[in-house]
């Protein structure tokens, strides 16, 4: 057992090496750890916020698609002859546009035929169709919507329309178009969804 004195801190002793003791970490070590911890938190929060965008795009994109569907289907269900004028073979469904008229923007060139639920007043399965259309996508959520259907023979083509938002904000949104399937022009930010079907 050695039972010798302790050279003070700071002097070396015969025969053994200085050992310096680190107590913590410095300054310099502890601001690159908090720079590298802030600058991958901050990329997580943005990969969320766009994961969150891309999800919510996604699901305005299905439910666009499901109230098409409804439309079309009440059109087979309501198909008819050509000479019933209540029917969708007899032209009840044709070139109609929908919109919610108090959602519009001041630029909006769009005709909107429709900017408010048809009437209860009218039992007609073409009228009851049609409020049950306009009613369904009032309700889904989608903002700043419009829709049409638009006849071509026995053709028709169903468009949804929405505001995806994520490209422009509120200001003016005609400076970029681009072509709809419905042969109009919409603004970009307008998402799109077109089903043609035969009757």
Not at 171 to 180: E, P, Q, Y
Request: proline share 4%; glycine share 10%.
């Amino acid at each position: 057992m050695n039972t010798g004195t302790r050279a003070p801190p700071g002097q070396r002793t015969a025969g053994h090496p200085s050992r310096r003791y680190h107590g913590g970490f410095t300054l310099v070590e502890v601001l690159i750890t908090a720079v590298v911890t802030m600058i991958a938190l901050t990329g997580l929060a943005t990969l969320q916020v766009l994961t969150l965008r891309a999800a919510n795009s996604s699901l305005q994109r299905s439910q666009a698609t499901a109230l098409a569907y409804e439309i079309i289907d009440r059109m087979r269900l309501n198909r008819g002859a050509s000479g019933l004028t209540d029917t969708a073979l007899g032209g009840g469904y044709d070139d109609r546009t929908f919109c919610n008229e108090t959602a519009r923007r001041a630029n909006d060139t769009q005709p909107c035929g429709i900017s408010a639920p048809p009437s209860n007043t009218d039992t007609g399965s073409i009228a009851i169709d049609l409020r049950a259309w306009w009613t369904s996508i009032n309700n889904s959520g989608l903002p700043r919507w419009y829709a049409a259907i638009r006849r071509a023979g026995q053709t028709f083509t169903v468009s949804v329309q929405w505001d995806d938002g994520r490209t422009e904000d509120d200001g003016d949104r005609s400076v970029t178009l681009r072509a709809s399937c419905l042969g109009s022009e919409m603004p970009t930010a307008m998402q799109e969804i077109c089903i043609m079907t035969q009757l």
